[in-house]
């Protein structure tokens, strides 16, 4: 059942973390393998998330709208990005992007863009209202 929004924001992309592609992160063509890309993305939009709303008891419930836009390479520097969407009762959605950067040539290159709704549990593993404390 969903529940009357409690917070929009359209604040700005914040950097959350960057990753080095290693080989082991590669698929068969020798781009950067998608379940990696998403296993980044669910920890650092959760640590974001987490932080932003100083809850550290979610759990993920999906990952919507993701669209690999562009490939990623051996040695590319990854960063990742988020920015909270909507605060609800007991769920926060965010959306996240990974962007290849490059500090050689300061041009970044978005590799993908998604959207992750976590939901905070009690002890229980069941839903708890969400007390937002996001600045
Ligand atoms: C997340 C979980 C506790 C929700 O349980 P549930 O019985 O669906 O709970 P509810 O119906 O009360 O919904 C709780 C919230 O989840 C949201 N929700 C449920 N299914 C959703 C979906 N498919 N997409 C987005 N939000 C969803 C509801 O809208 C509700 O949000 P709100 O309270 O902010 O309005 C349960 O689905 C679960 O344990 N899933 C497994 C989580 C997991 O193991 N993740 C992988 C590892 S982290």
Not at 103 to 132: D, H, L, M, W
Request: hydrophobic share 35%; proline share 4%.
């Amino acid at each position: 059942m969903r529940h009357e929004t409690q917070e929009t924001s359209t604040e700005p992309f914040g950097l959350v973390t960057q990753h080095m592609v290693m080989s082991e992160h590669l698929n068969p063509n020798h781009h950067i393998f998608g379940g990696q890309l998403l296993a980044w993305l669910d920890t650092d939009v959760y640590l974001f998330c987490s932080n932003k709303l100083r809850y550290k008891s979610m759990v993920t419930v999906s990952m919507n709208n993701v669209y690999f836009k562009a490939p990623g390479y051996l040695g590319d520097i990854i960063q990742i990005f988020a920015r909270l969407k909507e605060v609800r009762r007991s769920s926060v959605t965010a959306e996240g992007k990974a962007v290849a950067y490059d500090p050689e040539k300061q041009a970044s290159r978005e590799i993908i863009t998604c959207e992750v709704t976590y939901v905070a549990v009690g002890p229980n593993g069941r839903p708890v209202r969400i007390f937002s404390n996001a600045d």
